[in-house]
């Protein structure tokens, strides 16, 4: 991704972000990437390169406490309502009237909840790995790792405790390539053992235990990745956990009406079958019941979509963007 493409701005509470900008032409909309946990804008580069190509505009920025954007450690600021905010502010400095937003992971969250506050800025959403997410502002952590332990066999979540522990970045920093192995690799199962239960992720790094990364990524792609962790450390990426862990996402949402939860404009999931914490079967259900305008497309991948299936993943969405016309309300306003 092209350094020179990369602006700064300062949203409206005073933080800064950073995010990589290419201007649409013919008339094509733009598209907003979201990424997620433990990543940056970086995690889009096959996608920026397509899509650039094909015209579309491109809106693609390292999320609060990621890359080159503010790493604040109050949970507090990672509420939704507040990130949802800075995004629109980007969206606002770029002068973007509406676009189509593509997450994945808590990008996913993010978008939304841009649907669920922001729906008039937005002309359909992408959702990959992780579906569309309602906001459950009654549903406690505990009864998250409940209820996915009855339907998918074993906890989903449990990391999560791991995550939101005192010291809990340090730990990961320490032992960052080990981390990022486990992230990738290449027998995506050992997830429903080390990733999902509570417990075993922080037992399994204290351990002498490896496991083989996968090769979908190069070397050179690896080092850029870890060494943009090392750079910016893990305090403010595992304050999304703890914000949600802490309660304070489950109140920030609470005054969200119901009727805001469905989602009306054209949604495209893409959902990853050897995924074994975001369960492709469970996120698919949650995007039959709330998108009544879906298109899903099943990918034979774990977590990864963009980077193990780059270039599937780009001719379907390139496929559904063009369903919707390139016509699309321009995103320039």
């Known amino acids: 991704m092209n350094a020179a493409s990369y602006k700064t701005t300062i949203t409206s509470r005073g933080l800064e972000y950073k995010y990589f900008n290419s201007l649409p032409r013919d008339s094509k909309p733009t598209l907003l990437f979201l990424h997620g946990f433990p990543s940056t804008s970086y995690d889009w580069r096959h996608q ?10 491109l809106i693609v920025p390292d999320m609060l406490g990621y890359g080159g954007t503010a790493k ?53 959403y992408a959702f990959l790995a992780v579906g569309y997410a309602p906001p459950s502002p009654d549903v406690t952590y505990e009864q998250l ?20 522990e005192d010291g809990a970045e340090t730990v990961l920093l320490d032992n ?11 027998d995506p199962t050992v997830w429903k053992s080390i990733i999902g239960p509570t417990g075993q ?27 943009a962790l090392k750079k910016g450390g893990f305090a403010g990426p595992l304050r999304w956990y703890k914000a949600s862990i802490l309660g304070l996402e489950a109140d920030d949402v609470r005054g969200i009406p119901t009727s ?20 492709a079967v469970l996120n698919k259900m949650s995007v ?21 299936a780059k270039d599937e993943l ?14 699309l309300s321009l995103s320039s306003s």
């Open 48 to 57: 920026v390169s397509f899509f650039q190509e094909h015209g579309y505009g």
């Open 72 to 124: 604040p450690t109050d949970p507090a600021d990672y509420v939704s309502s507040l990130v949802c905010r800075d995004i629109i502010d980007l969206l606002d400095t770029e002068k973007v009237g509406s676009v189509i937003v593509i997450g994945h992971d808590w990008g996913c969250v993010t978008a939304s909840r841009l649907h669920n506050i922001y729906e008039g800025r937005f002309m359909a």
């Open 145 to 164: 790792l409940a209820v996915t332990k009855q339907l998918a066999g074993y906890e989903l979540a449990g990391y999560w405790t791991f995550f939101t």
């Open 176 to 186: 960052i390539e080990k981390f990022f192995d486990i992230l990738i690799p290449e």
């Open 201 to 227: 992720l922080k037992q399994w790094i204290a351990s002498d235990n490896k496991v083989k990364p996968s090769t979908y990524i190069t070397e050179e792609e690896r080092r850029i990745q870890v060494d």
């Open 260 to 279: 805001k939860y469905q989602v009306h404009q054209p949604v495209f999931f893409g959902a990853a079958k050897r995924d074994y914490v975001a369960n």
């Open 288 to 308: 039959a019941k709330y998108c009544e305008n879906s298109t899903v497309h099943e990918f034979d991948t774990a977590h990864w979509i963009m980077w193990e």
């Open 314 to 327: 780009n001719r379907e969405l390139l496929r559904w963007l063009q369903t919707l016309g390139d016509n």
